[in-house]
């Protein structure tokens, strides 16, 4: 059966809440999947990468089967390799756990133990940590494992590649044999399947893979755009030829971005009656005139987010826009399907930020391509980026080196003290390197042609 909305799982309202707070609309595939046999008790093996959804995917089920706080020792243990990933783990239990009394408490190394310890102590249902930093409070004897029943062990193939196998082995040893078992992992590498052997027991395999067919069929485009304003002088750009650009959809990543898009455009550039905002904030009925005016081809711009895309089906679609790159990686991947179905016209554009080069790096890996990049058109406005907007870029930059390298300290901090670094490495992008003073960057600006930034 196709799942199509939350509430076809059966989850508590407490969750239900909470993932309708979080703007989802959609199960994604992996949750689709892994859902049913998770709430089932079922071991699980599910390869997924980061970006399907796969966290919330095994959380949901497992906060159903924890459900409100109760005795002092923990009852689930997650294992991820990176103190960065614990904590974003435990950030999302928190979220999908906020109208539960559910308790997570989240450990890593780097830092003294006795905190960590005393929050042990007060009691914990969840506990989200680092192999390396369990086996050692494990050792200390600060964390009781007679009630652990459920054991999560994410991103397994990294944890594989830092040599975390033989500690994943010791804690095996010593914590209660009858438990359910869930293993995420990117990809499926012998040492993986080693250990889901060790590991599972008749587990469930759920994957998602990638579809690259859909990619290769549909022109794709990629700006290099150094900030939200330039974007906006960009799109502006594009969707002033009404010929050319006749039914376009306009991804965002928050509903704000969404609606100050809407108002500009709105304004300025498309007739009001010819554009539409679609977002979690709009009631349901709102949400389905736009569809289907946009459908009908009443609306000629329907601007949305993420979220709300998720369940748009609209064939023939002129231009899909990513205003932002997609977080949900796969989600590109069908945004750019909804686009030149009928007469293989369709096109699908990008606009990338230095920030948002990871992310596209990412999807570039999922749809084995490079998305050939364009210079900005002659003409366009490149303004210059707001400090506030740099440093939070600069910001998003450091924490993806973090996500790759646990022992990165990050460059934002020392850069408070620094000359602007040269070079690649430090700021992941081009714009970066630039000093704030100077004339801003332009990175479309053709220097080799499409193909350049190769990083296959
Ligand atoms: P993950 O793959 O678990 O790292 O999730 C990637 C991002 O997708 C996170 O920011 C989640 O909050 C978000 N997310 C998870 N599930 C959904 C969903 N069903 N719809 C929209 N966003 C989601």
Known sequence: ???????????????????????????????????PPVLAGQDVLGIAQTGTGKTAAYLLPLLMKIKYAQGVL????????????????????????????????????????????????????????????????YLKGVIGVKQLNTMVLDEADKMMDMGFMPQIRKI????????????????????????????????TRVEVTPQASTAEMVSQ????????????????????????????IVFTRSKESADNIYKFLARKVVADDRIRVLHANKGQNTRINSMEAFKEGNIRV????DVTARGIDVNEVSHVINFDVPLIYEDYVHRIGRTGRANRTGEAVTFMTMAEE????????????????????EGIEITETPFDERQDMLREIDNQRRKEDPTFKGAFHEKKHQPAPRGKATAGGKS????????????????AGPARNRRK
């Open 74 to 137: 923990p009852r689930a243990i997650i294992l991820a390799p990176t103190r960065e990933l614990v904590m974003q783990i435990d950030a999302a239990i928190a979220e999908l756990g906020k109208y539960t009394d559910v308790r997570h408490l989240a450990i890593y190394g780097g830092i003294g133990p006795k905190t960590q310890i005393e929050a042990l102590q007060k009691g914990v249902d969840i506990l989200v940590s680092t192999p390396g930093r369990f086996t050692d409070l």
């Open 172 to 203: 095996l040893e010593v914590i209660p044999v009858k438990r359910q078992n869930l293993l995420f992992s990117a990809t499926f590498p012998p040492k993986v399947e080693e250990l889901s052997y060790e590991f599972l027991e008749f587990p």
């Open 221 to 248: 485009k990629l700006y290099e755009v150094p900030n939200f304003r330039t974007k906006i002088n960009l799109l502006a750009h594009l969707l002033a030829d009404e010929n050319a650009t006749n039914r376009v």
């Open 358 to 377: 990871y992310h596209v790096a990412k999807i570039e890996k999922i749809i084995r391509m490079e998305i050939p990049r364009e210079p900005i058109p």
């Open 1 to 35: 059966m196709e799942i199509n909305s939350f509430e076809d799982f059966n989850l508590n309202r407490q969750l239900l809440n909470a993932v309708a707070d979080l703007g989802y609309g959609q199960p994604t595939p992996i949750q689709q999947q892994a859902i």
């Open 302 to 305: 329907l601007v949305t987010t």
């Open 432 to 447: 970066a390197r630039r000093p704030k003073s100077s004339t801003p960057a332009r990175p479309g600006k053709p220097k």
